[in-house]
């Protein structure tokens, strides 16, 4: 028994345990999931046009859905969000978020934006707009959907001025606008911009989107300098943000090159700022290729995340205590290694969940039950390497080379165990959704842990008692060797 590679397998095993806890020291936290901290649960449906049949490719339309939702999830720094399918239901799962409605209006909007030239106005209050019989009171989704080749009427946003019972609703503008000179699908980047005024949205197009831009901003120049209006609506989600003219610099001929501009809407400055970022957030992910209606929305409450968090922990501190009592009882000496063993397992992997939590992963309840799991797979590994040295005692060995072969038998046997508990780990993390991937996770990593434990401390912790002379046969509660014992191990 080599003392110099015990000793250095030991002392990097302290050295982990180190960098755990002072990880833990510092302050870094786990972070945890929905149901151990509350959240955002929402189930979407997908909406389709009245009278339109479901598309052949339809599974693949909720997929880019799904993908879409993620990007603006992501983008707002939402840590661990569980986002799936059920049927052609979506889920949305996201921990430690309290603004309900920002995320409510992120996830189900579509983002549908398109650039129309505008044909003719019509103010509030005239003959002319009632003519047109177009309501604009009525909800976006239950109107007629213009295409993007059609020309027809669109509503432009009603404006409210004053709170409560003295607030005003004014009209909404009715546009007649032509055909989309331009798509969201040719826009390569959107980000807020700070103006005296307030906020707004900036947009840049790619190639062909900044040509289809210059083009229709030159047409519209043109019909300026001919005395007409020369509009161009930005319409988004079927709604008329705003109709700018042609600003005097904007040359017919030429048109604009460097993207367009959306405004902000009413409110205050942190208002507009949040629009602002959230219609760049959109616009940047791309829209959504189907429209989404939450069916269920609903606010989980940290208080109960926080009792299924204590519940979980007092679980797993009964049965770790419960499992100290009996290796103490049982095993003697061995037992407060094995026990010594249980709390190096346990500061490194928390350690190891909070580092996780700093690049998106969540701790679920679930996850919990995993390391609890975990408790038990760590402790057999002690209990099997005890056992096979006091079989290897029984048989008149001395005790070193007793733990020699105990520990070589007993690892072979914990390999094999934990390759096929980690095989298990892989299989349901890649096959199951939700938290129970939470589970899969911690305990497959757990797995790859207790082999490390068992290794690199376990063994030369016990190695060295033995090498020392402290751990005799008096101590590890085996019987001395009567002669014939002797003469037949000789």
Not at 69 to 89: C, Q
Not at 420 to 436: D, E, K, R
Request: charged share 20%; hydrophobic share 50%; aromatic share 6%.
């Amino acid at each position: 028994m080599k003392r110099r590679p015990l000793v250095v397998s030991l002392i990097a095993s302290l050295l982990l345990v180190v960098a755990a806890g002072s990880v833990l020291l510092a302050g870094l936290r786990p972070v945890l999931g929905l149901d151990l901290q509350g959240g955002i649960s929402a189930v979407y449906q997908p909406v389709l046009p009245e009278g339109t049949a479901i598309p052949d490719d339809f599974e693949d339309i909720l997929d880019e859905t799904i993908e879409i939702i993620r990007s603006r999830i992501d983008a707002l720094g939402v840590a661990e969000p569980d986002i799936s399918r059920s049927g052609t239901d979506v889920i949305v799962q996201l921990p430690g978020v309290t603004d309900a409605e920002r995320l409510r209006e992120l996830i189900g909007r579509t983002a549908q934006l398109r650039f129309r030239p505008v044909i003719e106005t019509f103010q509030p209050g005239t003959e002319a707009y009632v003519e047109t019989g177009v309501d604009c009171d009525v909800p976006v989704g239950d109107r007629v959907e213009l295409g993007a080749d059609e020309a027809g009427f669109l509503c432009g946003p009603t404006t409210t001025f004053g709170e409560g019972e003295l607030a005003l609703t004014l009209p909404a503008t009715i546009y007649l606008v032509g055909p989309a000179a331009l798509s969201g699908e040719s826009i390569e980047d959107a980000f807020p911009v700070e103006q005296s005024g307030g906020f707004t949205t900036s947009v840049a197009f790619d190639a062909a989107g900044n040509a289809a831009f210059a083009a229709i901003t030159s047409e519209l120049a043109c019909e300026r300098d001919l005395g007409r209006p020369g509009l161009l609506a930005i319409v988004l989600d079927g709604i008329v943000e705003s109709a700018p003219s042609m600003n005097p610099d904007v040359r017919c001929g030429v048109g604009l090159t460097d993207g367009a501009v959306i405004t902000s809407g009413a409110g205050d400055r942190e208002a507009q700022q949040i629009a602002a970022t959230d219609l760049a957030l959109v616009l940047r992910t791309g829209s959504l290729p189907i429209s989404l209606e939450p069916s269920t929305f609903e606010e989980v409450s940290a208080t109960l995340g926080d009792a299924s968090l204590r519940a979980g922990l007092l679980a797993g501190g009964i049965g770790l205590l419960l499992v100290g009592i009996w290796l103490l009882i049982f095993y003697r000496w061995l037992g407060a290694v094995a026990l010594a063993a249980l709390g190096v397992f346990g500061v490194v992997i928390v350690g190891l969940v909070a580092v996780l939590g700093s690049v998106g992963f969540a701790l679920t309840l679930a996850g919990v039950a995993g390391i609890i799991v975990s408790l038990g797979i760590t402790a057999d590994s002690s209990i099997l390497f005890i056992e096979r040295m006091r079989d290897e005692l029984a048989l008149g060995k001395t005790v070193r080379s007793a733990t020699v072969k105990a520990y070589a038998s007993a690892f072979r046997t914990n390999l094999a165990g934990n390759t096929v508990t980690f095989a298990a780990a892989v299989i349901l993390y890649a096959l199951a959704v939700g938290p129970v991937r939470g589970f899969a996770l911690m305990l497959g990593i757990s797995t790859v842990l207790d082999l490390l434990i068992l290794a690199g401390f376990t063994r030369p912790v016990v190695m060295l008692l033995v090498a020392s002379g402290f751990l005799d046969r008096s101590r590890l509660g085996v019987p001395e060797r009567s002669r014939t014992d002797q003469e037949v191990a000789a």
